[in-house]
């Protein structure tokens, strides 16, 4: 029975209901991955401490947990009576999804900290999804926390992130967020001549399959030091500056983006998204329809 009581004396445990409640709780500010691996551990954990116990309270407490963990992995996986279709769906779904960033956290000051820093750079809107998400995770896992040191820690950790989007919605930053352009409307223009952006481009339409919440776990070849979205906005940061300085215009009197325009367009934004989409589709017809009179020309030829 020794694993049991090591069990017990952890801070994730299935030795009663209350207990696997609590450590579902506690998980919350994880991400989901993590918290998969987890629950799936401490099952198989339980169901082995249930073919070794005798005591019937014992068995019916532990049996209880074994339930609650079952009940969440349905929620968050998927119930196994589902049909192969939605079965399949679902596996497609959760491959798709984003990679949680890693590291951030809420436990205490030192936590907190490290979680502003790894978001510094990142869009403003995602700065404050994810702060928000952290606060709202911090008063579940408040709730099931009995430990006063550990209370005062989360405490003091949530309070720096509360500081945060005080002065986050003050200084209005969700204004600097820069929305990306779709990949469709990137890959109408011609392909950028910097080796850089055209990496980007490349990512953003391959690995990242035109959703740019992957490029936040993302990362130049040449550079693991800061992700796809991190290094887009420091250089648009830049751009937007220049274009400012010099009173550049964003478009050619014929409608068409200017160079200028282009260097921004290839790191997916644009100030002007309406006008920009309406040339970037008459772009894109321009395109098939001289693809299609090159296709026929040999056949004309031929005739």
Avoid: C
């Avoid at 952890?10 to 987890?38: M, P």
């Avoid at 984003?98 to 205490?108: A, M, Q, S």
């Avoid at 945060?164 to 352009?181: I, P, S, V």
């Avoid at 400012?244 to 478009?251: I, M, T, V």
Wanted: proline share 3%; no cysteine; net charge positive.
């Amino acid at each position: 029975m020794g694993k049991d009581k090591e069990e017990t004396e952890s801070q994730y445990g299935f030795k009663n209901k209350e207990k696997a409640e609590e450590t579902v709780k506690l998980l919350a500010e994880h991400d989901l991955k993590y918290q998969k691996l987890t629950v799936r551990g401490l099952l198989g954990r339980a169901k082995r401490v249930l073919t070794l116990t005798k005591a019937e309270d014992k068995r019916a407490n532990i049996q209880a947990a074994i339930k609650v963990f079952e009940d969440w992995t349905e929620k968050n996986a998927g119930s196994s009576s589902s049909s192969t279709k939605s079965s399949n769906s679902s596996a497609k779904e959760d491959k798709e999804k984003p990679e949680t960033v890693p590291g951030l956290g809420f436990k205490d000051k030192e936590a907190a900290q490290k979680t502003l820093k790894i978001l510094k750079g990142r869009d403003p809107n995602y700065q404050k999804l994810a702060v928000k998400g952290l606060i709202g995770n911090s008063k579940r896992v408040l709730q099931a926390t009995k430990n006063e040191d550990k209370i005062k820690s989360i405490k003091e950790g949530v309070q720096i992130l509360e500081d945060f989007l005080e002065e986050f919605d003050r200084e209005n930053r969700a204004a600097d967020n820069l929305a990306y352009l779709p990949f469709d409307t990137v890959s109408a223009f011609n392909k950028p001549n910097s080796k850089l952006v055209a990496e980007f481009v490349e990512v953003y339409g391959g690995k990242a399959k035109g959703r740019y919440e992957h490029l936040r776990t993302l990362y130049p070849k040449d550079d693991d030091s800061k992700s796809w979205d991190i290094v887009r906005n420091e250089h648009l940061a830049k751009l937007k500056k220049k274009i400012k300085e010099n009173k550049s215009k964003l478009f050619n009197d014929n409608g068409s983006p200017t160079q200028e325009h282009l260097d921004l367009i290839y790191w997916a934004y644009s100030p002007n998204a309406d006008k920009l989409k309406t040339n970037a589709e008459k772009t894109s017809s321009h395109k098939r329809k001289s693809t299609s009179d090159d296709s026929s020309a040999p056949e004309k030829k031929r005739r």
